[in-house]
């Protein structure tokens, strides 16, 4: 356990990852755990040397210490799964409140604990025990059900190392519970640790996953470069695309598909949206007029190369979930909800979720700033244009949340 929580600080700092608060809350409850798990288990057998109000008090840290680093593993796979809600952070409150009830019950029933003469060794056996135990359940599994309910939506191999670390640690408690005696509960501590580690904080994977970014925001960069024309569009249509995912995760059409994974993955996709103007000459994409009918279809096959682009440089991608939602936004954010768009003239909810996100932020920023073979649309006219277009061009379900989010969409723009 000490070599995991030196190497992943170690490895974190010099390579400026930032850390899981959770995750370091578990690197300081799991020591103590496993401490006064050796310590309870010495004092238990030398009860005529030590006090009981002090074996009492020696084993209500220990049972506190473990329904700590309980509730904190269940926080930590419910963030990485789901994810807190940022916005509004009393509707986490509730998630709390069982972790809180056990932590009390425990404290109230310390003084029932019974120590029980084994065969090979004493054990502690009482209210407060069977509360651990019933915690332990109860938040396993609560984050057990959360990967059942939602696998068509969660990454393979967060669900495996889910359920893996899960399944260890339940056959550990079914062994404690038939043979008490055995006292397995120190090893929990370090095989959460130890999957927790492995499966989500390796410092090297969450390293790979950082280049992978800066390289998608690179080639965004690259884009808006060329296309001088554009000023902050990218910046401002992610943060279009930030806002409308945060709103959905309280809509209960979309709370199951927009998890933690699924934001992060669009919104550092969205950037990409517009990378098949890579492939369109500088004198259609640079033209300071309108552009004829000719240019305009040469214009538009930058959402199908946009496509290939992605599928041929992020193909060997860690995220295969990232390549294949960055892929359907870029040939597909210019499709529209009454399948008159393009490349493929795909409708309704055959067009990705995403894309249908990413077309509103688009056509909102691109009436809304100036151009420079136009000026910028007045903001009235230009979420008039949006509300107009549910139903036909955009999915009316998205328009409404993003009409209702108009306050903030102003802010946003102010800021860019």
Not at 209 to 232: I, K, L, P, W
Not at 254 to 259: A, G, L, M, S
Request: one cysteine or more.
């Amino acid at each position: 356990m000490a070599y995991i929580v030196v190497s992943y600080v170690k490895a974190t700092e010099k390579g400026k990852i930032t850390r899981n608060r959770w995750f370091d809350a578990l690197m300081v409850a799991a020591p103590w755990s496993v401490l006064f798990d050796g310590l309870t288990a010495w004092t238990v057998n030398h009860l005529a040397q030590i006090p009981r109000p002090v074996n009492n008090l020696l084993h209500l840290i220990f049972f506190l210490s473990m329904d700590v680093m309980i509730i904190i593993t269940s926080m930590y796979m419910y963030d990485q799964l789901v994810g807190f809600c940022k916005t509004n952070k009393k509707r986490n409150l509730p998630l709390f409140l069982p972790g809180v009830l056990s932590l009390v019950l425990i404290i109230a029933g310390i003084n029932r604990i019974e120590y029980l003469h084994g065969e090979i060794t004493n054990y502690s056996m009482g209210f407060s025990v069977y509360v651990c135990y019933a915690s332990l359940l109860f938040h396993y599994g609560a984050i057990l059900y959360l990967v059942i309910a939602r696998h068509r939506f969660l990454p393979k191999d967060k669900m495996l190392g889910t359920v893996s670390f899960i399944e260890i640690v339940g056959v550990i408690l079914v062994i404690q519970i038939i043979f008490p005696e055995v006292l397995l509960t120190s090893i929990c501590p370090t095989v959460l640790m130890l999957g927790i580690y492995i499966d989500f904080e390796n410092p090297s994977i969450r390293k790979l996953t950082q280049y992978n970014e800066e390289m998608a925001d690179g080639f965004a960069t690259m884009v808006e470069n060329r296309d001088n024309s554009t000023g902050g569009h990218i910046k401002r249509t992610r943060s279009y695309v930030n806002l409308m995912l945060h709103k959905m995760r309280h809509n209960k059409r979309y709370q199951d598909i927009v998890n933690k994974d699924y934001l992060i993955h669009v919104s550092n996709a969205a950037p990409l949206h517009d990378i098949g103007k890579i492939a369109t000459p500088d004198r259609i994409l640079q033209k300071p007029g309108k552009l004829t009918d000719e240019e305009y279809e040469i214009m538009k096959e930058h959402a199908a190369r946009g496509g290939e682009i992605i599928q041929n440089t992020f193909q060997n991608l860690e995220s295969p979930e990232f390549q294949k939602i960055a892929y359907e936004i870029a040939r597909y954010h210019h499709e529209k909800y009454n399948g008159k768009g393009y490349p493929d003239g795909i409708s309704g909810e055959r067009i990705p979720l995403h894309a249908r996100v990413m077309a509103i932020a688009d056509v909102f920023d691109a009436v809304s700033q100036k151009r420079c073979y136009r000026d910028a649309m007045p903001i009235d006219a230009c979420f008039a244009i949006i509300e107009k277009g549910a139903g036909t061009d955009f999915d009316p379900n998205l328009v409404s949340i993003f009409l209702e989010a108009r306050e903030e969409v102003e802010k946003l723009m102010g800021e860019f």
